[in-house]
């Protein structure tokens, strides 16, 4: 744009402008003290005056079946509270030291604040019981699973210019073709590679009408979603509810303990006792950020995302690169729709994903269309999700549905550029037509 | 993108900056003639009908001596079609096998209008922010919300009767448009893109509405263990059009009513006339002195409103009984078909409300009758948008001739002038 550097370059000698270099972001500062703020409400304020005396909060590490036994963890309510409040304080005032001479707050510094706030609000929510860190920690991988090949699909399609709004209707599409294949095969990886196929379906759908025809890809998106839960409702309604025993009852993957690897304490029984879609999820984790960053289809597909007449240019077929990549994409999600049906449940149910596609999309946004990062925030919805229900079983405080909230707040929070910059693919969502 | 603004009139004419892609998908879907909306409709109906065949199970049993008898195979796959869709319009336009007389044989056609109501209200608040060139995702969060306040005033409030009722509905509507609000504040403050926004409010909607329905005081019925809200108070419930052996009710008056101010809005107010500008080219807007930021604001706030108005159809209109957090039931999705299918247009989406109130209507006695799933309506109504929204498969399809690329309807007349002088 020609109008922006005109209005920018007298302010650029003003020091603190948004033209100059140093740059004083006061958003993470700002986010700290409300974060801050909302501990001593919750600890001080509310309090657990409903639990008598100092109630500890017992954190089990351990197992019975675990080979190495740790001693679980006992924290008292008013120690804990105190020491992660002074902590939080220290980390927001060494927050806005670092603010005001205009330095970055570096992202150790967030994830220790992350840690004690998470620390002291566990302690307090679930005062006087038992918190098993594995079974949360545990569940959470398993709620995590298909937001995490969810949001690797979405950062893909994304990454290479197609906004993929559809991942609920692939995740749904996955789980139903899993547990029909699954079931008619006897063999649930037949079933996993019928979710793939599912997937990649919905996405050529959205590659041919967003791509060939040049319709609006959210228009398409939010018309796929509807689209497949309309006709796996149909199908599941006419053909799997009469039939359920030769259309709807998969064979479920075993879990498989990893030796070794699985009697590490506390992270062996959470990562390495699990099926093979998790091994497989590790596994796409590492390719798809190995690919996006390391090789030359990642950058390919990249540059068409960005900027594709540039990519054009040095000639890279544009058209052709989305269509396989989005296909790439829904083929990922689409497996991890078959998490649903042959790892989690177990049978299809109507509209079983129940909007796990539009977290993951918001863990695509919130990871700033990065695989690694999007995994993380992933794991952080997911732990949201499960720590609500591990919490309602220890009875907590705080309302359910405000914990299940969570990751849709945090999205808008990013979006809106509260926290830290949130720039999608330059061309996301736009049509790309040869001149 | 071209960026440079030469002074020259005639030049300034082609290189102002191109308009957002979502902007010109809005000129596109208003573009689209009214033969392809009839075609994509029709080309929906008969994927359906492949959907009933497939699934039928008279076809799967003849189909197995298919080629020794192919007849049968095609007559159970015309009585399966053939049965679904007759269903669908006795139970949405005209019960001719009912003997009961007139006054019953026609309730359906009026079922439909009942059906269509919210769905108009609900489309008509996403067509007019596809006007501004802004999806409107967000009609299940903003009717939860609307229905959240008017059911609470229903409910709960006790007042004078003609009041009551009015004061459910502004409360009810004032919660939509703030819900909608807060999505057009964002995109103008902070540019967050309003699809994310708008999704991301639906299920922070849906949960705020629950953990409220699940709470003694807030909305949850007294001495109850459900999470649904006590039943609307005689006074608040909108009156029946018809008596009581029909179910439309006021609700449709005032969709109608709200059909022409937004036909009025957008034609002949200047309000309207910024919002039209602002969805054709904002750059151009804010160049032309349009506040671009604060019609985000506007346009959403009455979108908001509208599909509130939706919300307080279903609580003070369809379901007095008491309401759970499932209400808004799908419109909120729908309204974007019904939109897209109007073309964003007042009376387009009038129109399509009813024809998806039909299909609605219709899809219930399809089920009890025929045993197909009242899924099925899904399937064709997201094939009708699929289908809308791509006139380039319509036409191929039906061999329909592309328009001639080569004629510029946009280019501007001083241009035309001058080659004719040349």
Redesign the interface.
Known sequence: ??AAPVTTAPASTVPGAPGSIAVKSWKAPIAFAIFTLIAIVLFFVVGRGDKEGNPTTIYRLSEPRDAIQLPPLELGLAETTIVVTILMVAATVGAFLLARAAIKVPLWLTTIFAVLFLVGFLTWAAAGATVPMIGLLAGALTVSTPLIFGSLGGVISERVGVVN?AIEGQLLGGAFMAAMLGTLTGNPFVGLLGAMVAGAAVSF?LAA?AIK?L??Q???G???N??V???T???Y???MVPNAETFNSPEKFERIAIPLLSDIPVLGPILFRQTVIVYLMYLAIFLVWFGLFKTRWGLRLRSVGEHPTAADTVGINVRATRFWNVLLAGAIVGGGGAFFTLAAVGSFGKDMTN?AG?IA??AV?FGRWDPIRATLASLLFGFATNLQSTLSIVGSPV?S??M??LP??V??VA???FVGLSR?PAAS???YLKA | MS???SPAPAAAAHET?APP??NQ?MREILGGSAAISVLAVVLALIAGGI?IIL?DERVAETSGYFFSRPGDTLGAAWQAVSGAYSALFRGSVFNYATDRGFAIAIRPLLETLTFATPLIAAGLGVALAFRVGL?N?GGRGQMLIAAAAAGYVGAYIPMPPVLHLVVALVVGIIGGALWGGIVGL?KA?????E???T???N??AF??V??LLR?PGALQAPGQNNPKSGPMLESAVYPSLLGPQYSLDLGFILVIVATIYVWYLLNRSAMGFQFRAVGENPHAAQVAGINVKSVYVKVMLIAGALVGLAGVQQVLGNFTGGFAAGLDAGIG?DA??VA?LGRSKPWGVFFAGILFGALKAGSFTMQSSEG??V?????V???I??FI??P??VRAIFRLPTPDSTFQWRKPAIDRKAEVSK
Do not use: C, N, W
């Not at chain 2, 403050?189 to 893109?193: F, I, K, N, P």
């Open positions: 744009m020609t709004i759908v009408f025809y319709v609006d959210v228009i398409v939010v018309v796929l509807v689209l839960l309309g006709l409702s149909f199908l309604s006419t053909v909007g539009f999309l918001a946004i309302p549905e405000f299940l909230m849709y707040v999205t808008i979006v809106a550029g999608a969502g736009k049509p | 960026t440079t603004t900056p892609r979502s998908i959907l699934t999806f995702i964002l403050r902070t540019g967050a893109h699809v994310i926004v999704i991301m409010l299920y922070i949960y705020l629950s953990f709470t999705f974007i078909t897209l197909i799933p899924d099925i309506v899904l399937v109504q997201s094939f948008v699929l929204a791509a380039p498969l």
